[in-house]
């Protein structure tokens, strides 16, 4: 188990270091360039030209800063993968590509907020077997703590090798018994930790997405300018980042355990991610906030459902035993 352990954080190590950067235009001074309308600082790595004829001219004045071939950029709407030469793995199959599909969406759909909702929501259809998968997991380490419990207290602290070898065997032996896969509970939040990461890559290195709007919000701007500029829909906005995650996370907590130690450290970790979550969404883009709003919602609503299936599944269990024992002692 301690392998597993270390395993998923060397990947995650890994998927953190082949990660790009956005990069900023700066001024003499050595400021960062903002846009004027959205509040952003304008990146120097862009994957195709904007359509704001501003933006356009502040391009045109900084190219020697440019981190790309600026004058074989395309516009948003002709983008293709292949535009922009190649600069590593982390770009080719995460950022260009996610960028892509957001553009071809938001291009048929009219409009880019709207492409980043419905992404999200295709992303999470995709990763539905792995969160099931997760979610019985949880459940049946939830059946399986009385077990675990039993061997712990059995051994206590025994710090002999022997002893933890054979303590560990025991406690392997219970999650095969219960299906138990202590990886599995990681796999979610790894698979989505690289496409968070590009999707917010792909807001900041596509001007039509942060030069576009959704619903009076600015897709580029972050709440913070946003209620600084008058428009409190973004107050709303943090409101519902701030929901969702408390209910996703919760859902994940009320699954997981039923060791009060172990619900206590989920309790306490849940609340230290919502409220970093809460002060980071302050300054990020409005469509990743968008999209991780969609996100965290898909996730309430698909635990939900699949929690009613599995105590209607147990339902129906209980009275196949039942009809069972009545129809045993009918035949006597």
């Known amino acids: 188990m301690k392998k597993n352990k270390k395993l998923v954080l060397v990947l995650l190590s890994l998927i953190i270091l082949c990660t790009g950067c956005t990069k900023y235009l700066s001024s003499e001074d050595r400021k960062k360039i903002v846009n004027e309308v959205t509040g952003q600082a304008l990146t120097s790595n862009i994957l195709c030209l904007p359509e704001d004829e501003k933006l356009l001219e502040i391009y045109e004045e900084n190219k020697e800063q440019m981190d790309v071939d600026y004058d074989s950029l395309n516009p948003c709407v002709d983008y293709k993968p292949s535009d922009v030469k190649y600069k590593g793995l982390w770009e080719s199959f995460f950022v260009k590509p996610l960028a892509f599909v957001i553009i071809k969406l938001g ?10 909702i419905l992404l ?6 995709i990763l539905l077997p792995f969160t099931k998968k997760t979610m019985m997991q949880s459940e049946n380490m939830k059946k399986a703590q009385p077990e675990l419990q039993a061997i712990q207290r059995k051994y206590g602290n025994a710090t002999d090798q022997a002893t933890a070898m054979q303590m560990s065997q025991e406690l392997m032996m219970v999650y095969k018994k219960y299906d138990i896969s202590p990886v599995s509970g990681c796999l979610v939040p790894f698979i989505q930790l690289p496409i968070l990461l590009a999707f917010l890559e792909a807001i900041n290195r596509v001007p039509a997405i942060f030069e576009g709007s959704f619903l009076t919000l600015q897709l580029g701007t972050s709440p913070f300018v946003g209620i600084k500029n008058g428009n409190y829909l973004y107050i709303i906005l943090i409101a519902l980042i701030i929901a969702t995650t408390y209910f996703s996370y919760k859902y994940t907590m009320n699954a997981s355990t039923g060791n009060k130690d172990q619900d206590r450290q989920m309790e306490m970790t849940m609340k230290f991610m919502i409220v970093f979550i809460s002060i980071a969404s302050l300054s990020l883009p409005t469509a990743l906030a968008l999209y991780w709003i969609v996100s965290n919602g898909f996730m309430i609503v698909q635990n939900f459902v699949l929690k009613k299936l599995s105590k209607d599944d147990k339902k129906v269990n209980v009275g196949r035993v039942k009809n069972q024992k009545s129809s045993k002692k009918k035949g006597k």
């Open 120 to 125: 999200g929501i295709l992303i999470r259809l």
């Open 107 to 116: 291009t048929f759909v009219k409009n880019y907020g709207t492409a980043v």
